[in-house]
C-alpha cells in the first residue's frame, strides 16, 4: 500500500466496487437461504444461478 501512495493513487473503478458489493451480498444472503429451503435446494440454486 506504501508503494501505491508514494505513486500517486491509483484511479477508483467503480465497477469492481460493485461487482465486490454484490459478490459479498451473495454470501451474506446465502446462509439465510439456506436455512430456509434446505442445504440441498439451496445449493442447487446457487450453483445454477453462479
Do not use: C, D, E
Not at 439465510?32 to 445454477?48: A, C, F, T, Y
Amino acid at each position: 500500500m506504501g508503494v501505491h501512495i508514494a505513486r500517486g493513487l491509483p484511479p477508483f473503478n467503480l465497477t469492481a466496487a460493485l461487482g465486490g458489493v454484490l459478490y459479498a451480498t451473495g454470501n451474506i444472503a446465502s446462509v439465510p437461504i439456506v436455512k430456509g429451503i434446505g442445504i440441498g435446494l439451496g445449493m442447487l440454486i446457487w450453483g445454477s444461478v453462479q
